[in-house]
């Protein structure tokens, strides 16, 4: 009888830092339960993904504007609620910092590490003009025929 | 041996452009899988299924208001981040068309063609005053009764 | 033959009085259809379970400023959409007392009648400085492990 492991996907379409860090959350606590994970980020999600320091590509200025205006990487989201004109982040953070409580870089790296695999929607990279020197290592890329594949097999879905 | 078909169901409560965009891009990708599809469409989800021109209908004066202050149809609707009063959608739209990506309607009327179940919620349409005549031909009226029905049975169900 | 009940899991992580409500409607119905229902509330959505009078408890003054400006209870909690500085939540409890429709308090009592499984996060309940004397009675306390336990057995699962 095979052994065969359970499924977890979580698409990561918001670009709010916590909301991502739910999503990063669910995603450790799963595999630690030895499901394979998969996070498929798309949309506003990709930011989460995106290297801190500019990095010199060609595009046109439609996608320039959009690359200036959304965050640079996971430590520059903003909050879904309270951000206050960025307060809100800094507020959070310091009190995670006090309760010894994973950033979202670190639960990245967590996830990373174990072997959570992070999907960036090619789709959606095309549309905002992000390109992959500009997104984090470790990353897969691949559409939404790839998510239905492994949603269709997991057992928790979730839409973040 | 029975050959059932898989189930993916959405609901779509976000009345955001770049949600239902998401929603449906994966209900269309999970119908191209044959699976079938339901989006439920309830709260602000219920706007992308307003038809665009106003209708008369008989309403209350708080439900004129609902209907004056949403917005009518998918053509209408606003992003759930970087709108900047109706800019982001139209530079949004704008890298769409340039990359030949489907629009928000295009999206719809493919979904229909494609056999997707759209359902409004009737609880919703009651509370805020939207009437059958307001709303695009094809679709389904029901309750989150009905919705839990298809969604017990299927594999992947999301909420947007 | 065992007859085991089918499952449903609602992570709760939104704050806002509709999406709230759709948690607890879907809840409620699927408790209805005999489901064990659990929903777990994490982030803003824990602000649902706080009672509405201040509870005097020792707190650092981060936490004491999180706790003033969350949202006291569910009677308290904003739209996600046409918030409009506190008007649109009256004009929604308006016409949902015009059509009859239960309340955000009212379809929680009702959740919990119904045996459905109520859970706050207690990893947010740290950050934000929530102590269980602040919250609603009849709550489980647990973590993200517990939630996975639920959503591993459970047909729908989902993320609001």
Redesign the interface.
């Known amino acids: 009888m095979e052994n065969k492991k ?1 499924k977890t996907t979580i ?1 990561l ?3 709010d830092y ?2 991502a860090m ?1 999503a990063f ?2 995603a450790n ?2 595999a ?2 030895d ?1 394979e994970v998969t996070i498929f980020a ?3 999600g990709l930011n989460a993904f995106r290297k801190e320091q500019p990095i010199l590509v060609k595009k ?1 200025w ?2 320039k ?2 690359g200036w ?2 965050p640079r990487g996971a430590e520059k989201l903003s909050l ?3 951000n206050f004109m960025g307060m809100g982040p800094k ?2 953070k ?3 910092k ?2 010894n ?1 994973l950033t979202l870089p670190q639960l990245m790296e967590m996830a990373q590490e174990q072997g959570v695999k992070l999907v960036a929607c090619t ?1 959606t990279m ?4 992000l390109q992959k020197e500009e997104l984090i290592d470790g990353l897969e890329y691949a559409g ?2 790839a ?2 594949g492994d ?10």
Request: net charge negative.
């Open positions: 359970e698409v379409f918001s670009g916590d909301k739910a959350i669910i606590g799963a630690a339960y499901h798309t949309f506003w046109g439609l996608e504007m959009f205006m959304m879904s609620k309270m507020m959070i310091h009190v995670m006090k309760h409580a789709m095309d549309l905002l003009g939404v025929a998510y239905l949603a269709t097999d997991a057992k928790v879905n979730l839409f973040i």
